[in-house]
T-cell receptor, first 113, second 115 residues
Framework: IAGITQAPTSQILAAGRRMTLRCTQD?????MYWYRQDLGLGLRLIHY???????GKGEVPDGYSVSRANTDDFPLTLASAVPSQTSVYFC????????????FGPGTRLTVL | GENVEQHPSTLSVQEGDSAVIKCTYS??????FPWYKQELGKRPQLIID?????GEKKDQRIAVTLNKTAKHFSLHITETQPEDSAVYFC??????????????FGKGTKLSVKP
């Protein structure tokens, strides 16, 4: 693994189903983030984690949950998917805090029908 | 909370011309202003950033200016090339205060450079 990876690359999901998007980084970055990208709305923060064991809510957290059991992994879970969660999801990481370059993963394209 | 406005939403220039993208922010405590470039189907990547203790930063054909009094910052690309075609996002952060330190992104500018 080099950098930050996400899985799956894309997914079509029935409404009401549970889904976990995976994110792994090997840069030993303290901070990790989940964004959703929708056309015309830019990147909006869903949840973040400043360090392993801590998480926080971003701008659009409803319907999503995260965990940060270790430094490398930061999974995003949709407990019961709804069509409005159709989006491209990007995971990102930075050495620490908000005032540092964020490195983005390749993204997961999620369609909820 | 912070609000970042970005203009224009689309910009078309001829190869070799300059391109300017402008952003305004609302939180006077913001002190970090990065710019990300996203090519079609790819991930966003940082191209330049500026902190509040400087007014201008340059990296080859790219420069960013910051006016803290007016709360706006701009990206300048000179001698544009077709490979500069992408969506550009500005962002702002105060860098502290838990979730209030969030990096807030503008809605993006689609730049097209015509050969």
């Amino acid at each position: 693994i080099a950098g930050i990876t996400q899985a799956p690359t894309s997914q079509i999901l029935a409404a009401g189903r549970r889904m976990t998007l995976r994110c792994t980084q090997d840069m030993r970055h303290n901070a990790m983030y989940w964004y959703r990208q929708d056309l015309g709305l830019g990147l909006r923060l869903i949840h973040y984690s400043n360090t392993a064991g801590t998480t926080g809510k971003g701008e659009v957290p409803d319907g999503y949950s995260v965990s940060r059991a270790n430094t490398d992994d930061f999974p995003l879970t949709l407990a019961s998917a709804v069509p409005s969660q159709t989006s491209v999801y990007f995971c990102a990481s930075s050495e620490q805090g908000w005032n540092n370059e964020q490195f983005f993963g390749p993204g997961t394209r999620l369609t909820v029908l | 909370g912070e609000n970042v406005e970005q203009h224009p939403s689309t910009l078309s220039v001829q190869e070799g011309d300059s391109a300017v993208i402008k952003c305004t922010y609302s939180d006077s405590a913001s002190n970090y202003f990065p710019w990300y470039k996203q090519e079609l189907g790819k991930r966003p990547q940082l191209i330049i950033d500026i902190r509040s203790n400087v007014g201008e930063k340059k990296d080859q054909r790219i420069a960013v200016t910051l006016n803290k009094t007016a709360k706006h910052f701009s990206l300048h690309i000179t001698e544009t090339q077709p490979e500069d075609s992408a969506v550009y996002f500005c962002a702002a952060s105060r860098g502290y205060g838990g979730s209030q330190g969030n990096l807030i992104f503008g809605k993006g500018t689609k730049l097209s450079v015509k050969p």
